[in-house]
């Protein structure tokens, strides 16, 4: 078992040490901060605060009391965030530890949504209330939001902690947690059982294989297209494949445009979902009736991350600001190991032995991640431009 352990927190480890998805899909964020300058602390009141943003409010969790920062956020009294269900990566226990810690009202406004929507929500409700005060969003909506000065910089106290290539240098996003792409399936509905995207073309399995969204809108589903077009001949550079394979796919009858979700699971209406890996494991404690299996792609192995950001405009920014903190904590990180995902800051809890064991045990095997690859900011940036092209026409909205 020891043995067993220690090669887990070795993969998992080197994992991190790589130059994965966040840096290098989203480095194009630095462009987006020139209207959010990081200045250097006064030697006065913010003498505690190594910097402030534009805002004067702080830009970094370094030389922060946590008592100041708490008691501001009680001020406030409340944190709006956005389509966090409490079924992804564990979001349910994670809101309900920090409500609970802290004393203060949360808001998951659209927990179905999409991270086009979060950005959206950002801008459609500038100056209002009900505004997002932090998002949790893909690769390539980070990016998009970045650009358009959407975030303000923010660095939690844990950022020396955080690999350099899972953070802007600015501090405008910060990357969170990572998934791979799986194939879960209704064990009672399904047969034979797949385990590649080669399978899914078994005629079979007509009506039953979806996608977490489209495309178009959704970080999930673009991952989705990603992992197919590594099985069928593309590339990282190239997902053209994959989007030829999901046209192909839905010729046959097999892909259905009914997103996947857990609804949609606990009823069997999309017997096979191609989505996340923490979402689909999530599925097999919650629905037992399902008999829900989770598989790697043997063709396919592909991974990328999601970033939290703090809204330019948030209406409770230091909540804002703590709820980051929370999230870049060990209790936080841990949390959503918890639920499957892999948090950023792996690397750094696993040489300090906090990591349970149970934790580690409870993912699959780490050699079944051994092929996974990372799209970089220009492939994620030509990826989302070709499925715009490509998608509507051969697949549909």
Partial sequence: MEEFEAQEVEFWAKIFEEPISRTQMLRRSAAAAAGLTVLAAPASAMAARARVSASGLPAS?????????????????HVNIIACPPDWANYGEIISTFKSKYGLSLTDANPDGSSAQENQ???????????????????????????????????????????????????????????????????????????????????????????????????????????????????????????????????????????????????????????????????????????????????GVYGSGYAQAINATAPNPWSARLWEEFLYSDQGQLLWLKGFS?????????????????LLKALPPAN????????????????????AKQWPSKIGA
Avoid at 237 to 246: A, C, E, K, L, R
Avoid at 342 to 358: L, T, Y
Avoid at 368 to 387: G, H
């Fill in 121 to 299: 929500a950002i801008v459609s409700l500038k100056g209002n209330s009900r505004a997002p005060d932090a998002v949790d969003v893909g690769p390539a909506f980070a990016l998009q939001g970045a650009q358009q000065g959407l975030y303000t910089p923010y660095k939690v106290s844990t950022w020396a902690s955080i690999p350099a290539n899972q953070k802007d240098p600015k501090g405008l996003w910060t990357g969170d947690y990572w998934g791979a792409i799986s194939i879960g399936y209704n064990s009672k509905l399904v047969n034979p059982a797949p385990t590649s995207f080669k399978d899914l073309m078994n005629s079979a399995y007509k009506g039953q294989v979806a996608l977490n969204g489209s495309p178009l809108t959704s970080g999930s589903a673009v991952a989705g297209v990603f992992a197919a077009a590594l099985a069928n001949g593309g590339s990282l550079s190239n997902v053209g494949p994959g989007i030829d394979f999901f046209a192909k796919l839905k010729d046959s009858g097999n892909f259905i445009t009914v997103e996947s979700t857990p609804q949609t699971v606990a009823s069997g209406q999309t017997p096979i979902s191609i989505d996340w890996d923490y979402l689909n494991l999530g599925y097999v404690k919650e629905y037992p009736a399902a008999d829900w299996k989770v598989v790697i792609p043997s063709d």
């Fill in 342 to 358: 892999h948090p950023v800051r792996f690397q750094d809890m696993s040489k300090r032995g906090v990591i349970p064991a149970a």
């Fill in 368 to 387: 079944l991640y051994a092929k996974v690859k990372f799209a970089n900011d220009a492939q994620q940036t030509t990826a989302k431009n070709l499925i």
């Fill in 61 to 77: 969790g370094a030389g922060l009391s946590m008592s100041e920062l708490v008691s501001e956020a009680k001020k406030e009294g």
